[in-house]
């Protein structure tokens, strides 16, 4: 084999007889595979101890140990299991066949050698050695990016005792839960690849395969949607509604509890980010949740409309009203505020003793 020439595999040939070692020898360095061999079956064991072929053509009747005890040597051992062995004889009964697969060959070659067939199954074996490792490789990082989800998840846990046990706010308990879902469901899909792909490791490696691969990137965008999410501390407090059907819900518990049922425009021309979504529904909420308390009003309305570049919306109420300068900070108004500055919005609040109440707020869109 040229020097240069990248070897196409490390091939260890057993055989007592010199001419077909010196054959086989000569037909596979030509063909560009590093070939050692050896006449019995202790030298090879030795040889294959000092370092592993990627594959081995073993002639059956040898003096010592022959081709069937060496191979069953060979299979007991864990880190030589996984060779492929092929058998090589000039016997051709059925029974010596059988006898070969039965304890761990994986191919039989006879006498005499027909140069096409020995490199189409050398090749053939050593291309499903090549798809093993490749296999036993993703098997191992998919194990350890599974150990790293599990890791995640037990700290999300540790992370919802906690916040549990600080504050009661919904918004926290929320993300703890929708954390813990999301990532039951990554683990789940991440499970059922890698069940799949062992199934299918022996009979179709290549499909196996792609199963491994879309395992791996389903843990590696589960892992980093929990990273995101844990980063955010944010719930979604729509619980996966568009804001038309969230304010809804929120108008029609209005109605139940003070009888009024608010008036209700709501003309968005495509979807908004969650985190304006969030912020819009809480003022509404906040705001409803005042004049249900506060207010005593018996008309109620609410506007939600935007622009190509601003979304405005309105809260607005006929009741008992307040002095805007002695309550700015009460009733919540304050984090009403908070909520619009924190996306770039303005939030304005115009109210007086018995005149009602007029929220008003707007955001870049």
Known sequence: ????????????????????????????????????????????????????????????????????????????????????????????????????????????????????????????????????????????????????????????????????????VEERNRIARDIHDSLGHALVALNIQMETALTLWHDAPHKAYEFLQEAKLLGSEALKAVRQSVADMRSDPLQGKLLEGAIAALVTEFHHTTGVLPECRIDLSKPLSNPLNTAIYRIVQEGLTNICKHAAATAVSITIYATDSTLFVTLQDNGNGFCREENLSGFGLQGMKERAAALGGQLEIISKPEAGCKISARFPH
């Open 1 to 168: 084999m040229n020097a240069n020439q990248v070897s196409k595999g490390d091939v260890l040939i057993v055989d007592d007889t010199l001419d077909n070692l010196r054959l086989l020898s000569a037909m596979l360095t030509e063909q560009g595979y590093d070939v050692r061999s050896v006449t019995n079956g202790s030298t090879a064991l030795m040889g294959v101890r000092a370092q592993a072929p990627d594959l081995i053509l073993l002639d059956i009747n040898m003096p010592g140990i022959n081709g069937y005890d060496l191979c069953q040597q060979l299979k007991a051992q864990p880190e030589t299991r996984a060779i492929p062995v092929i058998f090589i004889s000039a016997l051709n009964e059925v029974f010596d066949k059988v006898k070969a697969f039965a304890v761990g060959g994986v191919d039989y070659i006879s006498k005499p050698f027909q140069v096409e067939e020995v490199f189409a199954r050398i090749e053939h074996q050593l291309m499903l050695r090549r798809l093993q490792l490749q296999l036993e490789t993703q098997n191992t990082r998919l194990q350890a990016a599974e150990a790293e989800l599990r890791r995640a998840l037990e700290h999300e846990r540790s992370l919802n005792q906690q916040i549990e046990a600080m504050t009661a």
